[in-house]
């Protein structure tokens, strides 16, 4: 959004981003030294040319900023995966093998990811969890 606003349509790309000190081409931005046979280096034609000015630098402090922000966490899992481990715990309690055999194991998933999975659902909504196997010990109270 930041070079969206800078942006002047009368120019072309390269002056476009040249004004907001920024490269089109990332090899011409960072050169990289030609060599010689002796070990000596040669002065590339960029570094002969001198630096361009930059006439809008605030497209790229602005970017720097934004992208020096902490990021968001999303700590959610999809709601299929949710229903899947639910409606697992649900019908297998523990058994993982079992659950690899059911029918809704659409997957084919092993043992071992199913209790990963499960795990994963654990640590996402841990007071959900306990409320979930704390009714489905009541509901084993109720029909014993």
């Known amino acids: 959004s ?6 002047d349509p009368t120019k072309s790309v390269a002056q476009n981003l040249a004004e907001m000190g920024l490269a089109v081409d990332p090899n011409k931005a960072v050169p990289i030294p030609e060599k010689r046979w ?3 280096e040669v002065e590339s ?5 001198g ?8 497209v790229v402090n602005e970017m720097e900023y934004e992208a020096s922000l902490p990021e968001k966490k999303s700590n959610t899992l999809s709601r299929d995966l ?3 481990v639910r409606y697992m715990i649900q019908n297998h309690g523990e058994n993982y093998k079992e659950m690899a055999r059911d029918e809704k194991n659409y997957y084919q998933d092993t043992p071992k990811q199913i209790k990963r999975k499960i795990n994963v ?8 969890y306990k409320d979930f196997t704390a009714s489905l010990k009541q509901e ?4 014993q």
């Open 2 to 7: 930041h070079i969206r606003h800078a942006w």
């Open 140 to 143: 084993k109270m109720d029909v």
């Open 82 to 84: 949710i229903d899947y």
């Open 45 to 49: 034609d960029e570094r002969k040319r």
């Open 51 to 58: 630096k361009k000015t930059v006439r809008k630098p605030y």
């Open 38 to 40: 002796l070990g000596m």
């Open 121 to 128: 659902y654990k640590n996402f909504y841990p007071e959900e």
